[in-house]
Each structure stands twice: as structure tokens, then as C-alpha cells.
């Protein structure tokens, strides 16, 4: 399957930021981690060397990963998980916010109606009415989309745990710049930046929710999805790895600001 432009442009970003870092010996290993979601984007080093720890790479407060909603013979089910590290984590969340439990309740959008996409017990789509899939996005659309998608808050502590075990403790938002993921500090950068009396790096507190939606894929393709979702929040005083969105390239003048330089110092540049 082709990626999506912002997919291209993420696995860009990930390119892109090893390969300025390594300039300066600040990454480890032969590459990014390009599509493996069990393993940091980045692993970051001191310019003096030492053990590396990992940085996840997002180019701005999105999508934080999602999961395939079915509705299967009367109710409401996630999809498959296929084994994989990031959709596991997802459906704990999942089921720790009691998704599935709000979207079958008969008293929400979700769940006193019915959708025309259905999957039948292999998972299959299915279009109940025998209309075509366009027909029942029509339908769909208009009892799950604005108003009706459910909407859930999720505690950022749980993002923060997930990462952390894939010994990851950086986070790296293109837009809005560098953060530490919990109360470790593996590379000791504001041990250093507080011995140079300088701003710390802050830690993640962007807000966080599960959305459900139902979603075009293009064509008359659709699905319905749980995404967890980041909003923005106050920047941080550093970007290690500034984008410019519109490319997934790296945004050199705003690299080579005197804030990001101090940073760079913290690393023993």
C-alpha cells in the first residue's frame, strides 16, 4: 500500500533529523527506526559518547496512533491488534477509558444506532441495506461524524509510560520543540543546562484524548476509527529538531537560534 503524504513526509523527518544530528555525533546507530513502532525514532547520544536513549520524533501535536473500530454482529468491537507493540498499547487504552463500553451504551450516538459498514465474523466489510459503499458513507457520516464522535480525555501519564518502555524519555515536536517523556533525564541535559543557569527542558503535559470517528480512506473507502490525539501546548524553549511542515525538512535557521545553541552545549557540542 502507498504511503500517505504525511506518512512520507514523517519517515522524511526521521531521515532528515539522523542525519543532522549526526553531524554533530549526537545519534546512534545506522538510521532512524523508520516504520518499527516498538523501537524509539532516534537514539540520541552526548557529543562525548556514552549509552544512548531514545527520542520520539512527531512533526506536530497529531495523531498519536489509532485502531480500527468494527461493528460486529450488534455491537461495537476494536480492531485486530495483529501483535503489534503500538496497537496493544492503544487498546489498553482503550479499554482502560472504557471506549467500547461508551460506544454500545444504547443511551449514546454509538450505540443506539445502527451503521451500514459492518464486518461479518472474518472480517469482512459488509453494507447492510445492499447499498453501495459511497451510499453508506453518506449514511454513516451523518449519524458518527461531528457532534456524535465520542470524545474521552486520557491521562498523559499513560502516553508517557508507553514510551518509556521502549527507553524512550525525549520527544521531539517539530512544531513546538523538545521535551523530557517523565521524570528521566538519562543523557543529564538539565542537570548541564541548570548548571549553565539556563531554562530547563520542560516536561511533556500535552492534553490527550481518544477520538472516534468515521473516517474516508480515499475513493469510497471508509472506516470507522479510535485515534489517540494530542493537542498543543506551550512551547518548549528548545527544538532540537525544528520542521517546516509543508516538506518534512529540517528548519536550519530556526536549528541555529542562540536558545538551540545552549542545548547543543547541554549535549557538549
Not at 17 to 41: E, Q, R, T, W
Not at 88 to 108: G, H, M, P, V
Not at 228 to 247: D, F
Request: glycine share 10%.
Amino acid at each position: 500500500m502507498a504511503q500517505t503524504n504525511s506518512t512520507q513526509k514523517g519517515t522524511l523527518y526521521e531521515a532528515n533529523g539522523f542525519k543532522l544530528l549526526n553531524k554533530y555525533g549526537l545519534v546512534a546507530g545506522p538510521g532512524p527506526a523508520g516504520g518499527a513502532s516498538n523501537i524509539p525514532d532516534l537514539q540520541i547520544i552526548l557529543a562525548s559518547g556514552g549509552k544512548p536513549a531514545g527520542l520520539e520524533l512527531k512533526m506536530s501535536p497529531t495523531s498519536a496512533g489509532g485502531l480500527v473500530m468494527q461493528y460486529i454482529k450488534g455491537k461495537w468491537e476494536l480492531g485486530d491488534t495483529g501483535g503489534k507493540e503500538e496497537k496493544i498499547f492503544l487498546e489498553k487504552i482503550a479499554n482502560d477509558n472504557n471506549i467500547l463500553q461508551i460506544a454500545n451504551r444504547k443511551t449514546s450516538p454509538w450505540g443506539k444506532r445502527v451503521p451500514y459498514l459492518q464486518y461479518d465474523s472474518a472480517g469482512n466489510k459488509i453494507y447492510r441495506g445492499n447499498i453501495t459503499p459511497k451510499q453508506a458513507y453518506k449514511k454513516d457520516i451523518a449519524q458518527y461524524g461531528a457532534s456524535n464522535e465520542i470524545h474521552v480525555n486520557v491521562d498523559p501519564s499513560s502516553v508517557i509510560s508507553y514510551y518509556n518502555t521502549k527507553k524512550c524519555y525525549y520527544m521531539n515536536v517539530g512544531t513546538h520543540g523538545f521535551y523530557l517523556l517523565g521524570s528521566k533525564d538519562p543523557l543529564g541535559l538539565n542537570d548541564e543546562l541548570n548548571r549553565m543557569k539556563e531554562p530547563l527542558i520542560p516536561n511533556f503535559a500535552f492534553p490527550v484524548h481518544i477520538r472516534c470517528r468515521c473516517q474516508p480512506k480515499g475513493g469510497d473507502s471508509y472506516n470507522f476509527n479510535m485515534v489517540l490525539t494530542m493537542k498543543a501546548a506551550g512551547k518548549s524553549p528548545y527544538n532540537l529538531l525544528p520542521i517546516i511542515e509543508s516538506t518534512g525538512t529540517i528548519d536550519m535557521p530556526e536549528f541555529n537560534t542562540s536558545q538551540n545553541k545552549i542545548l547543543l552545549k547541554a549535549f557538549g557540542v
